[in-house]
């Protein structure tokens, strides 16, 4: 690398990626990026090239010499990457709200990474991300693949299982929104705050919190008691908890948990935006038309503020923050998602966890934490459970094993719904799904 960083992001044209080159140009001193490729399908070409203005622009302005590459070709744009960071979205947003309506149908959960929609997203993924792992391993094997595509969790899980690539790195904006939202409750830097994070992709738990070093796990259970303070992103209704049961799960939910914890709550929130609002999708659409009517203008030089309207702002941090710490070898504490290594106890070795990691040279080392508390030890095993037979079915392309993830998702009430659910899906969803459509040749 000692001519400068090559980055590869594929899914370029994503509404995200300004965050991403703020984030480049903010480290440039000690990350020295020589190339950046924004790589995306020729559906995304349009706004592959409106954010690839913008990003030329920031560079620019920033008086930076980092050359931006915009491309529909993968494969030229992956010749000896040094990290590949994926961000894409298969279907688009319209496949994201079919995910979010058709299990409202059957009162059930619809979400993004969560219950069916969050087993679409990943049967629809897998492929293309195994794909891409294929790719790298001939043309850029020594890479890091830094990915962001949701389900995070089942894509990493999905990476680690099948395919070659060992130097995959999961990432999510969950922890760093937590530890913001705490830092913000206690009116402190965010750099004072350390929370021991634990547990899957959208199923993490913060165990202990310190400030300054000192544990203040009670008195942030005690603030989030609070409706105001229940810590939340912008893409999930912010309902309140219980007060007595945060305090005697003495941990810090994520916001998904919601989903888990609250699910009655939660399907009537979603049925009630589904009938007024829109679904979350549909919302996000509406975002990300006004988002790139303002990267059009040709004098926008800097990320917009709107962006921060998306539940996954501050990614760059995460993401810079990584490969920042891969590059220089910085040895600090990030939470992401890697193989457990025996991390957490009751979780397989060889499965993704998200955790608190040392960041080295040498990828993400997990720092142990013994097990979960026992009360939310068999959810997460439940889920990781489900992401594995989900990434299974991606793989294989085999009806029953998809019946399977989907009967034990905990939010599906029973194997008949299950199936009906998963009949209407697959229809749905076809045009993406060519492993559960192809037939044998004799
Ligand atoms: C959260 C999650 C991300 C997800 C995002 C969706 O921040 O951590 O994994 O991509 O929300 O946000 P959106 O604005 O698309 O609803």
Redesign the pocket.
């Known amino acids: 690398m000692t001519k400068g960083i090559k980055i590869v992001t594929i899914g370029g044209g994503s509404s995200y990626t300004p965050e991403l080159v703020e984030g480049f140009i903010k480290r440039y001193n000690e990350l020295p990026i020589r190339e950046l490729w924004l790589v995306d399908i020729p559906a995304g070409e349009e706004k592959l090239n409106i954010v690839g203005a913008l990003a030329k622009r920031m560079v620019e302005k920033a008086g930076l010499p980092i050359e931006v590459h915009l491309t529909l070709d993968r494969r030229a744009a992956l010749k000896d990457a040094d990290f590949v960071t994926t961000q894409f979205r298969v279907g688009l947003l319209d496949a994201r709200a079919k995910d979010e309506r058709i299990p409202l149908k059957y009162n059930v959960i619809g979400q993004?990474?969560n219950g069916p929609g969050g087993l679409f997203k990943g049967l629809r993924t897998i492929p293309v991300i195994l794909d891409i792992c294929k790719d790298m391993e001939e043309l850029c094997p020594n890479a890091w693949l830094v990915n962001f595509t949701?389900p995070?969790g089942m894509v990493t899980e999905a990476v680690l299982r099948y395919s070659n690539i060992k130097k995959v790195v999961g990432l999510?904006?969950?922890p760093v929104?937590i530890k913001m939202q705490i830092a913000e409750m206690f009116n402190v830097e965010a750099d004072r705050i350390e929370v021991d994070f634990a547990g899957l992709n959208?199923m993490v738990f913060g165990l202990n919190v310190y400030l300054d070093g000192v544990s203040i796990l009670d008195e942030v259970i005690e603030k989030m008691a609070n409706p105001d303070n229940s810590v939340s992103?912008?893409?999930i209704a912010a309902l309140g908890w219980e007060p007595e049961f945060l305090k005697a799960l003495n941990a810090v939910p994520c916001p998904y948990h919601r989903y888990y914890f609250k699910t009655k709550e939660m399907l009537e929130e979603e049925l009630e935006a589904a009938a007024t609002k829109g679904t979350?999708a549909e919302v996000?659409k509406q975002?990300e038309k006004e988002l790139f009517e303002l990267y059009k203008d040709p004098e926008l030089a800097i990320k917009p503020a709107q962006l921060e309207k998306?539940?996954?702002a501050y990614y760059s941090d995460a993401a810079c923050n990584l490969i920042n710490s891969i590059y220089n070898d910085k040895r600090d504490i990030q939470p992401v998602n890697t193989r457990n290594n025996g991390a957490i106890a009751s979780i397989p070795d060889d499965s993704a966890v998200e955790v608190n990691c040392i960041i080295t040279k040498e990828g993400p080392k997990p720092v142990s934490v013994g097990d979960l508390p026992v009360a939310v030890r068999g959810l997460v095993q439940q889920i990781k459970s489900f992401e594995r037979v989900s990434a299974e079915a991606a793989v294989t392309g085999d009806y029953n094993t998809a019946l399977l993830a989907m009967t034990i998702n905990p939010l599906v009430p029973s194997d008949k719904v299950a199936k009906e659910i998963l009949d209407e899906m697959l229809e749905a969803h076809k045009e993406y799904l060519p492993q559960f459509f192809q037939t044998v040749e004799a």
């Open positions: 993004e990474t949701n995070a999510c904006n969950v929104g959208h992103m912008k893409n979350r996000v975002v998306r539940g996954g």
